[in-house]
């Protein structure tokens, strides 16, 4: 996984498939695929505000949906994304189903939340934004990095509601406690590196506190500096709130949490159509010999975790992507795309 901070150094989460929370968030919209009708209406809902749905008195969750159709597929990113993330995978999918991106707390359009950022409350989040929204199912629930635990929660919870699944180079239940065993240097500069990409939003919710003449300080401006000026323009109500991004970077607290609150020895999904994506590229920028030398080790301890993924469902299918990243909605979103077809087609089949 490759990751660029603030200023061009590789500093990322590199455990367990966490994308860097600076790279998710500073993805500019990219064009419109040619000749695709509608394209460009559908990528402007997936990179803007969609429909404000409340799930506590005067707590809002962003909800974008586009098309029509079932099964309602279900896009949920990874650390530190939103609905922007998805702008080369919707356009395609909504062309035939109905599909709706959501943003986390402390994300995209999203308030802020009382509670930190952990997954068993980003699911809880999540099923009341369905139920209020009126989504009932079936549900085709794509979730990438982090967002596969938030799924494979909901797809416990809610069985009946789900006819099948995409997990997107997905965290895996208990990874980062297998990922030191097998790699123990490169787990200890992986954290340091993460507590150096939350330092700018740290310098934010210090600036906003502290009552600045500008209420979108400097410090809070650089981190949507590579948003075009209209997204950033419509996210002034929610990044000049220091209540948002705490909520944000609560997010760096909870992982520990987050891994071991998916674990579940009991996780079956039956027949239900499952594919797994794997990326095969994995890159630490300026990672000293030591670390990079565990490198290794890592990607075989996340194939063998990824394909027990697989296992969950006598239908489940392990694919390796080998020429992509982490960010795999940016670096092959075809992948992603033909993936969830796949998953949509075996569910229709199934009558589901």
């Keep these: 996984m490759t990751a660029k901070g603030p200023r061009g150094v590789g500093l990322c989460a590199a455990l367990a498939a966490l994308a860097c929370a600076v790279a998710a968030r500073a993805q500019p919209p990219t064009p419109a695929p040619a000749g695709a009708a509608g394209a460009i209406a559908v990528m402007t809902r997936f990179a803007t505000k969609g429909e404000a749905v409340e799930v506590a008195p005067g707590r809002h969750i962003n909800l974008v949906c586009a098309g029509q159709g079932a099964p309602t597929v279900i896009l949920t990113t990874g650390a530190g994304g939103w609905s922007i993330n998805w702008v080369k995978v919707a356009p395609a999918l909504a062309q035939a189903n109905r599909v709706c991106s959501w943003d986390r707390p402390g994300n995209g359009f999203s308030d802020a939340s009382p509670h930190p950022l ?27 990095s982090i967002g596969g635990l938030e799924s494979l929660l909901f797809a416990d919870r809610h069985r009946d509601r789900v006819a099948g699944m995409v997990l997107v180079d997905p965290s895996s239940p208990g990874a980062l406690d297998a990922d030191r065993r097998v790699a123990p240097k490169l787990a200890a500069w992986s954290r340091e590196g993460d507590r150096k990409v939350y330092i700018p939003y ?151």
């Design 118 to 144: 952990d997954v068993a409350d980003d699911e809880a989040d999540l099923d009341t934004v369905l139920k209020v929204a009126g989504i009932d199912g079936p549900l085709v629930l794509v979730g990438a």
């Design 202 to 352: 740290d310098a934010c919710i210090a600036a906003l506190e502290a009552g600045p003449k500008d209420p979108t300080p400097q410090a809070c401006a650089a981190l949507r500096a590579g948003l075009p000026p209209g997204i950033q323009a419509a996210l002034k109500p929610w990044t000049e709130d220091p209540a948002y991004w705490r909520t944000f970077r609560s997010e760096l607290d909870q992982r520990e949490r987050n891994f071991r609150q998916a674990i579940n020895p009991k996780r079956a999904y039956g027949d239900m159509p499952l594919v797994v994506l794997s990326a095969g590229r994995f890159a630490l920028p300026g990672a000293p010999p030591e670390v990079a030398a565990e490198i290794p080790a890592l990607m075989a301890q996340k194939v063998q975790a990824h394909r027990a993924l697989a296992r969950l469902s006598s239908r489940g299918a392990y694919v390796f992507v080998a020429d992509s990243g982490h960010v795999m909605m940016q670096d092959k979103p075809q992948a992603i795309v033909d993936a969830i077809k796949q998953v949509v087609d075996e569910a229709k089949v199934a009558g589901n």
